[in-house]
């Protein structure tokens, strides 16, 4: 059974801003399953390929379906959280934003296309642009989340954030 805190408790919840990269952030402090659950959620979004794989080695098709995979499994984590803790805000961008690269592989007519060496060099320079945004947001909403939630991300998800 969850807790849900009534709006006076919520709004004086303790939070702290921090300055991360040239934005203020407010961040609240995270209970600990939030905690165990967010970092459930960090270890799999880190282990997708998706998410850091050599450009080259990408494929439409191929992540297509794995971005797909990722909502489901995220849906699946999210359902474990309340709707008010910090961390679910950022997961759902995550979310919205594997969302936005299907829809964008699909209007591009790209989400069947098997290999790279079948796609113009105009359609290789869109798509890679489409997975360098996804990127960009999923690796900048799990810094937020690590931070919110006090756990560590690993040095090549690091060097992913703009």
Not at 52 to 76: I, M
Not at 107 to 115: G, I, Y
Request: some cysteine.
């Amino acid at each position: 059974m969850h807790y849900e805190a009534s709006f006076l408790e919520r709004a004086f919840i303790p939070y702290k801003w921090y300055l991360f990269r040239r934005c203020w952030l407010r961040v609240v402090v995270a209970s600990p399953n939030e905690r165990k659950i967010c970092e459930e959620v960090t270890t799999y979004l880190e282990d997708q390929g998706i998410f850091h794989s050599p450009f080259e080695w990408e494929h439409p098709k191929e992540t297509y379906s794995a971005a797909s995979n990722v909502r489901s499994q995220l849906t699946a984590q999210m359902q474990k959280l309340n709707r008010d803790m910090g961390s679910f805000d950022h997961l759902y961008a995550i979310r919205q934003s594997l969302q936005t690269f299907q829809r964008e592989l699909r209007a591009l007519k790209l989400s069947t296309t098997e290999s790279k060496s079948e796609m113009t060099n105009e359609q290789v320079t869109d798509y890679d642009g489409r997975l360098i945004n996804l990127r960009k947001t999923t690796s900048y909403r799990i810094a937020v989340v690590a931070k919110n939630c006090k756990f560590s991300i690993t040095e090549e998800l690091w060097r992913q954030l703009p």
